[in-house]
């Protein structure tokens, strides 16, 4: 198995490193008298963390690499074929392999997890091909389909998984939604009203030629690596899970059907949406024997007991309705603040009978059980002038509000979680300095419901097309032990990433 890894590592390398030699040369290539347009990128990037606990590392504990080739070749005028692929590799295992502490702490057991992602839907980002004949669009292969319009918190878009395993930061578009096979399908008729413009009708269709679910983060050190949350037990520490999940079974169960209206309706784009399918991250309940240390791993290397929760599960349906909106409110326009005006984003979804795991508080009992689920959110983009901070150029701030209620929430059992009604709120401000080469920027994530909260100061500096570096931190803080963002409070960490963009 590791000689098969190596093997793939040494292979993608070799092929990433000699397209990102041959695009570095030549943007444009002429293959049967057809323009095919490569880009690419490599990142490198350090994180350095502050704390030294049993759940994290202090000094460096990451060195991620991602190197991304994509291929765009017009076949004809109404036919296009586009690729991408990527390399992700945290060096951090083979710099670590012989220290102490990453050892006894069993970070050095999540090498097969999260040091090379060598499976094929991970090297594979992108394959499609899309035909767009008159006012239709057609679109088949492994890919993208965004239906959201929230900067900060993902509503609508639940047709795509998310890959998290290594935190929360992957701010690269590409290194955070998983492609997945799909059949798309547009239609744009022509209209000629005055109140009603750019009408499209857009189905999505997902015949789960490969079920790919959301990849979260892992419980214990052996298979979450620095990003395994810190789940208070006294005198033990939560570890691996043992879990019997049922997974939908290739073309034969775990089909979805999206269905998405959008539209310029009065000065406004709004759509609607509806969707079928299956949640992209399973419910799971505790079974017998619930919690079990399991050899050779019962004790931490801090004395505590290492404990593996007994879990069964299941991806249930996902089903709902919704809508989004987004316009631009000019009477709010004001010379004094740049003469831009902020636009309002909006998202809702209705969900019916959602399925959650009930627990039981006495008894830590578990079962399944079904209710509605509404989440919303808003959020304002403004571009504005504070001349005293900057001259040149705008402050972009962009602020949202999220609520999600559990319609029917059990009066004595709980959803681990959530509450009835949840809160979280997402700011982000920044700006650029130098003609652009040099742009802070300052995020700020509170979950109200908690009282915890996630910050991300950060600085880019653009030296020119192709090199840019990044220096910022990850800062958690939370108030309540064992709830929302607290149980990453030891992850706080600063980071430094070198990216190279070709093409």
């Known amino acids: 198995m590791k000689k098969k890894r190596f093997l793939v590592l040494i292979l993608v390398a070799g092929l990433t490193i000699a397209l990102t030699i041959s695009s570095a040369i030549a943007e444009e290539f002429n293959v049967f008298g057809r323009p095919l347009l490569l880009f690419g990128y490599a990142t490198q990037e350090f994180s350095y963390g502050f704390k030294d606990k049993y759940d994290t590392e202090s000094n460096l504990n990451s ?6 080739v994509e291929g765009d070749y017009k076949i004809t005028d109404t036919l296009k074929f586009y690729g991408s692929s990527m390399l992700t590799v945290d060096w951090i295992y083979q710099l670590k392999h012989n220290d102490n502490s990453w050892n006894d702490k069993l970070f050095a057991k999540s090498k097969d997890e999260l040091n090379v992602d060598d499976k094929y839907w991970q090297l594979l980002k992108e394959a499609r091909i899309t035909w767009t004949p008159s006012d239709f669009l057609f679109r088949v292969g492994k890919q993208i389909v965004s239906w959201g319009e929230l900067l900060g918190f993902r509503i609508m878009d639940q047709i795509n998984p998310l890959d998290q395993r290594r935190g929360f930061l992957d701010v690269e578009f590409e290194t955070t939604i998983i492609p ?4 798309r399908a547009d239609y744009y008729p022509r209209l000629n009203l005055s109140w009603l413009q750019d009408l499209g009708l857009e189905f999505v269709y997902n015949p789960n030629a490969d079920f790919i679910p959301n990849q979260d983060l892992k419980l214990g050190n052996a298979e979450g690596g620095i990003w395994a949350p810190n789940v208070p037990i006294p005198g033990a520490h939560l570890a691996t899970a043992i879990s019997n999940i049922d997974t939908p079974k290739k073309w034969r169960e775990g089909n979805e059907f999206g ?15 509806f969707f079928y399918g299956r949640d992209n991250s399973p419910v799971t309940v505790p079974v017998p024997p619930f919690i079990s240390p399991l050899p050779p791993d019962i004790f931490a290397s801090d004395g505590a007991l290492l404990l593996h929760p007994f879990q069964a599960g299941k991806y249930p349906l996902l089903k709902f309705v919704g809508l989004t909106f987004a316009k631009e409110i000019i009477p709010l326009r004001a010379s004094f603040l740049g003469d831009v005006a902020p636009t309002v984003y909006f998202e809702a979804l209705y969900a019916f009978d959602s399925t959650f795991t009930f627990t039981n508080p006495i008894t830590t009992l578990g079962r399944f059980d079904q209710s509605d689920d509404f989440r919303s959110g808003i959020e304002v983009t403004w571009k504005v002038k504070i001349p005293p901070l900057n001259a040149r150029t705008y402050f972009a701030f962009t602020g949202e509000f999220f609520y999600r209620r559990i319609m029917d929430y059990p009066s004595f059992e709980e959803i681990a979680g959530l509450k009835q009604n949840n809160y979280q709120t997402f700011l982000s401000v920044n700006t650029q300095y130098f003609h652009g080469k040099l742009t802070p920027s300052f995020t700020w994530i509170h979950d109200i419901n908690s009282n915890s909260n996630y910050f991300i100061p950060k600085l880019v500096y653009d030296y020119d097309y192709h090199w840019h570096f990044t220096l910022g931190a990850q800062l958690f803080k939370g108030a309540k032990e064992g709830e929302g963002l607290q149980l990453f409070d030891n992850k706080n960490q600063i980071f430094f990433k070198v990216a190279y963009k070709w093409g």
């Open 259 to 273: 269905f998405r209206a959008k539209a310029n309706m009065l000065g406004a784009m709004a759509t609607l949406n």
């Open 180 to 183: 997945i096979w799909l059949i």
């Open 63 to 68: 060195a991620l690499m991602n190197l991304f």
